[in-house]
Each structure stands twice: as C-alpha cells, then as structure tokens.
C-alpha cells in the first residue's frame, strides 16, 4: 500500500523538478562562485536567479533584501541577535509563548544574560491580545519576533499589523515564517516587517537552506563573519545547489499558491470534518477560522499521542503529535499549554500536515484508520469507561504524583 | 522515533490483561498526567496465599508505558507478594528486552504501581519518593529537584559530580548548560561562585553502575595525574609511586631527591592539589615511607 504521508509542516518531500534543477551544479557546475574559471562561472547568474525567485514570492522590493543561510533557525538567531547588538541601548524583547524553539530557546537564553523578555500569551484557540501587544511596546523594545503561522496548528497571527504598531516605537520587527511561506501571499514591499525566516525543507526544497529577508535600510550586524559572501551578511561558501533549488521551490509554490488555498484546503476540511464526525471525544485546537490551509491539529481526550502515532505508522500514515512522549520531554507541547488545553487532551494531540502531493485517497485512508486507533487506545485508558469517558475522570482516576 | 524492540512493540500492539480484573481487591495508582504517563494496576490476590491470581491495567500513556504495564501483568501473574516486592523497573525492561533510556522512566512507572497495589492490599499507605521538578537530565530522567537536592546535600561543586551521583548529565551532555545553571544558583546560597574551567564540560558518559564507574574513574584520573606529574619530579632526581588507592585516599611513595627533606610537604601539597584539579574533588594524599611500608 502506498504510504500516506501528513507530516509536511515538520518537512516536505524536494519536488522533482527541484532536484533535477539542482543535480548539475553537484557535478558540472561544481565550482565556487567566488572563482573565475569555467567550472563555477554559471553560477553567479544561477544565484542572481534564485534570488529573484525568493524576492518574487515574498514580494521583496529588492532582490538584495534575500540572504541565504543554512536554515530557518539561523535566520531566526541572525535576525534577533542583529536587532539586539545594532540597539544596545534597548533592553526589551516582545514575542509570544507559542514561537517555535528556534525563537523561544534563543530568547530564555538572553533572559539569562540580561534582557527583558515579554511572551505574549495566547487564548484557548492561539490568538494573541494586540492591547496587551500594544502596552507592552516602548522605546526599549529592540525587536518584537513574532510567527507568522503557528507549526502545530497553523494559526495566524496577525503580523502586517502588528509590524506597523512596532513601527511606531521604533522597534525592529521580525517574523518568522516558516510555516507560512508558500501557504499564503505574503508582500513584504508594502509592510513594516524588517525581517522574516524562510526554511526551504518546508517547501520542497532540501533540508539546509534557509533565507533571511532584510529590508533595505535596517540596521543589521551579521551572526557569522568571514568572507565576502551574501555581501558580506552572512560568510561561508554558498549552499549553491540547494539555494538554486530553493528558488525554484518559491517558484513552484507561487504557481500552486491557488491550489493550496483551494484544493489542499478542501481535503483539509474533510478530514477534520470526517475525524471529527466519527470520533467521539475529540476537538480540533487552534483558531479554525485563521489558519493556514493544510495544517489540522486533533486533541484526542484521555489518551496519549504517541500510541496513535505507532498505530497509524503501522497502516502507513505518517503524522506528527504535540505529545510529550515523542519529543523526549515529559511536559506537552508548550503551544497546547498555552492555550490552555487540559493536560488530559494535551497528550493526545496529532497534527496531520498536508501538501499539494496530499491526494483525496490518501484523507479516505485516514478517516478510516483513525476512529478504530482512537477507540483501542481508550479501551486501554484509566478515564475511559464501557462507552465514554468515565464520570468525574479527575475523581475517578487520580493516580498518586499527579 | 524512538528505537522499540519487538517485544516492546508486541505488547504495545498486543498488550496482555488490558482494563480492570473484576473481583480485584488491589489497586495502584501511579504516574503524573501532566507528565503524560499514569497507570493504574489492579490485582486478585488469594487472601490465603498470598499468591496473584490475576492483573490487569489501565494505562494512559506512550507506546513503552503501554508495553511496561503489559509486561509487568506478565511478570507478576502467579507470584505471591512478597516475591512480586522483588521485581525490579530493569526486570520490565529486561522482560522487554530493553528501553530506550529516555523511556525508562515507563518501567520506574510500572514497579511504582506494583508497590502501590500490594500496599493498597495490605491496607498500608504507600509514598513515592518522586520528585516532581523540571526534567534536566533526559537520557536518565533527572529532574532538577533532585540535582538541586545532591549539589546541597553533598556540596558538590562540577558538573562530573553531579554525574557521579545522579547519572544526570551523563548520557548525551546537552544539560551540561542546565547543570551549570543549577550548580551556579546552589552553590551561590553557600556563597560560593561556580568556576567551570575548561574541564568541567568533560564529564563522563555512564554506561552503567555509577558509583562503580566514578571509583573506577577516579582511580584513571589519578594514576594519569600521577604520570603526568612524574617527569617534573624525575628533573629534580626525585620521583613517586602510588601505593593504593581507596576511595579518595591515596598513598604514596616519595623517593629519592623528594623523600624525607623538608621540600617533602612542600611537594605533597603540590600532588595532591594536582589531583584535586583532576579529579574535581577532595583527595588526600598519605605519604608512606618505605621504613614504614617493609
Ligand atoms: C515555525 C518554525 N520556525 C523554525 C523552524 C526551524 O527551521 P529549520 O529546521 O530550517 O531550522 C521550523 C521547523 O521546524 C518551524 O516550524
């Protein structure tokens, strides 16, 4: 049986037409950029192009707004690090309590070193308060980093405004988005935002290439010094066969920008809409009217994530789950915390991601695996009864360190 | 995901007396839901004989917790109580044929419930000894409670300490940065200021018994220590010999140009601070002289 595969906002699969635009420049086109000789001298214009290609699909005003890195990570570090050392005299970061690591991490360790970090917290479906947003802004906010989708339930946060209102204090903005790159139009050249965080694995395009935008004219110290490369705001010899398939993934993921919002989101619906009239017990987290289009976040009550994760692998379905246990960590994922989800529907959150290669079988498959997964898990669980959850479960089942 | 053994995975898609046994008269009830793991065990246990007649469980909780309670049911069907007592968190483990460390914490899990069910039965109050506090350590399920509890109660000042006692920090080294952190805000209370120093980074990967492991390194690091030592000494025409080594005490032989003048002490001093830097800890150093020795 052909494996189904829904974990697309952890990574995607390189389209074929991004790996047959890179291969030449593994084995002919091999040379440095930097060099004169013939071996490399296509690649200078390969590069020129690649940028054009991102520029184009985030609506840059410039092409020399793009900088290559080796992944959203680094963009989202390089972009903090920057705002932070270009304005030593503020002290203050603004970003919410749902970031991804690359940010959350980063920020609690300049905590530690002395920065004041303010994490804006979320309601019960992950949006954010602009009041509190907007009292928290000062003359001592540096940089206000904030997502612009959510990578486990693929809410949106309102970033253009909240750019603008940064504006105002004189704050750097910063979003990354990573999660929402090629999922929804996004126009740089007409908003405040000062810099954004592309990932290229989320798009189709290989694991290791990521892309800071840096608007023209903001202030910006690079993370990493050395040669002349990407002008010198970010050395290192280029990633030039994955930075040529990165800008030939922005291009593909413009022309199925429709299909996305359209089509994916479609299949998207009728999943949910097809767990969710089977299942009994089971909600979908986040905010279902502003969200990106192929991401569903499922909290399945009274049983743990990881379960369903194992007995989906063995029918062929891939997912993701904000549990606890699949991460190596005892606590539930932090973005389920914040909204405020009980620890008992927490656990069992899985997160079915899909893509343009996401086909209308393979959501069938899944609506039906699902419902009997879910039913054998809670027929092992403490809080579940003969046909539903046991009465009082907090009563009922209250083991002794809880 | 995770590396699970067949067996794991048999009885996490077969698990053996899953839900309650009817007519049970012990139950236990273990596990934090906040941490995503809870169990609960119930037992019929022949008032006569002690022996269990039947287990059954209800877990909430990742494949290996499913698997570990499976296993433990297995385990205990047909033992009287005081041998189930016995049964150990690594005899579920080894029952499964192993799991991975980060998951261990399952079969802790599962011995817990045991305990709880026959305490339950024999109508005693059963108390954990978990400490609940942030995980540090993940490879061994060390939470920072208990590192902050061992640094106090032992004075403990590097982060190759902290290892030797709690084992945390010593499998992939990432909270090495958490257990600095804790190591500076404890030893702060007792005024006194965290030095790292280049080493401290350097603790030792466990594979097994801890306190074993930390004599049988500390006895590596001190003959090293000595070894490194020695040419300095040759230079002068003098030299040492270890003697024995137990726990932190160290005997020694001075010989030649060292032994016996007054430069003795004076050299002494030097070794012994010379290990105390190696090892991180306190080592005294007992001269023995050869009059003494024959
Ligand atoms: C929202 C978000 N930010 C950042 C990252 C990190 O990207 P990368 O894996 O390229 O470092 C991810 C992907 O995991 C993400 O989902």
């Known amino acids: 049986m052909q494996p189904v595969y829904l974990d697309n906002n952890a990574t995607t699969r390189v389209d074929p037409l991004v790996v047959e635009a890179m291969l030449p420049y593994f084995t002919e086109q091999f040379g440095n950029p930097s060099s004169l000789h013939a071996f490399g001298n296509k690649v200078g214009a390969a590069l020129k192009k690649a940028r054009e290609q991102v520029a184009a699909l985030i609506g840059a005003a410039h092409d020399s707004e793009i900088i290559f890195t080796s992944c959203g990570t680094e963009s989202d570090s390089t972009a903090i690090l920057s705002a932070l050392e270009c304005q030593p005299e503020r002290k203050e970061i603004i970003t919410t309590a749902v970031e991804h690591p690359a940010v959350l991490t980063l920020v609690g360790h300049l905590e530690k070193k002395g920065y004041t970090v303010h994490r804006l917290a979320v309601d019960g479906k992950g949006r954010l308060d602009l009041d509190a947003y907007k009292a928290l802004l000062s003359e001592n906010t540096a940089v206000v980093s904030v997502m612009w989708a959510n990578n486990e339930t693929g809410t949106l946060f309102p970033v253009v405004e909240m750019a603008a209102m940064a504006q105002e204090v004189g704050a750097m903005f910063h979003t990354d988005a990573v999660q929402a790159v090629g999922k929804v139009a996004i126009d740089l050249k007409n908003t405040a935002i000062d810099m954004l965080s592309i990932s290229g694995h989320k798009l189709h395009a290989p694991k290791g290439v990521g892309v800071l935008y840096l608007k023209r004219g903001v202030r910006y110290r690079p993370l990493l010094r050395g040669g002349h490369q990407e002008r010198g705001r970010r050395a290192g010899t280029e990633n030039v066969a994955s930075i040529i398939g990165l800008g030939v993934a922005c291009e593909l993921a413009q022309q199925y920008m429709e299909h996305e919002n359209t089509a994916v989101k479609a299949l998207r619906d009728r999943l949910e809409a097809g767990i969710l009239a089977a299942v009994p017990n089971c909600f979908v987290t986040g905010n279902p009217d502003d969200r990106l289009p192929n991401t569903a976040n499922i909290a399945f009550e009274y049983i743990e994530g990881e379960g369903i994760l194992l007995q989906l692998n063995k029918l062929g379905i891939a997912a993701s789950s904000g549990s606890a246990c699949t991460s190596g960590s005892l606590e539930p994922s932090h973005v389920m915390k914040a909204m405020g989800i009980p620890y008992t529907a927490a656990h069992g959150t899985v997160r079915f991601s899909l893509s343009r290669e996401t086909t209308a079988e393979d959501i069938e498959r899944v609506i039906e695996a699902v419902p009997p997964i879910v039913a054998r898990l809670r027929k092992l669980s403490p809080y579940w009864g003969e046909n539903g959850p046991v009465e009082n479960p907090d009563q009922a089942f209250a083991p002794v360190y809880a | ?294």
């Open chain 2, 1 to 294: 995901m995770w590396e699970y053994s067949d067996k794991v995975q048999d009885h996490f898609f077969n698990p053996r007396n899953a839900g309650a046994v009817t007519e049970a008269n012990a139950t236990g009830d273990v596990g934090s839901i906040s941490c995503g793991d809870a169990l609960r065990l119930t037992l019929k246990v022949d008032p006569e004989t002690e022996v269990i007649l039947d287990a059954g469980f209800q877990t909430f909780g990742c494949g290996s917790a499913i698997a570990s309670s499976s296993a433990l049911t297995e385990i205990v069907k047909g033992m009287t109580l005081d041998d189930a007592l016995k049964v150990t968190n690594q005899d579920i483990a080894d029952y499964l044929d192993g799991l991975p460390p980060e998951k261990m914490h399952c079969s802790v899990m599962g011995r817990e419930a045991l305990a709880a069910a026959i305490a339950n039965y024999r109508g005693e109050e059963w108390k954990d000894d978990h400490e609940e506090g942030a995980l540090v350590c993940k490879c061994f399920a060390v939470d920072a409670v208990l590192i902050e509890d061992t640094i106090r109660a032992n004075n403990l000042s590097t982060v190759q300490e902290v290892t030797h006692f709690t084992k945390a920090g010593g499998g992939c080294a990432a909270c090495h940065e958490g257990i600095e952190e804790i190591l500076t805000r404890v030893m702060a209370e007792r005024g006194e200021a965290y030095a790292a120093g280049k080493a401290a980074a350097n603790a030792p990967v466990l594979t097994t018994d801890p306190e074993k492991l930390a004599a049988a390194k500390r006895m590596q690091t001190i003959l090293a220590a000595i070894e490194a030592i020695r040419p300095n000494l040759r230079r002068d025409h003098g030299d040492i010999e270890v003697l024995d080594i137990e726990g932190k005490t160290v005997k020694v032989r001075l010989v030649g140009a060292c032994s016996g003048c007054q430069m003795e002490a004076v050299t002494l001093a030097g070794v012994q601070q010379k290990l105390m830097e190696a090892t991180g800890e306190f080592i005294r150093l007992v001269p023995v002289h050869a009059a003494a020795h024959a």
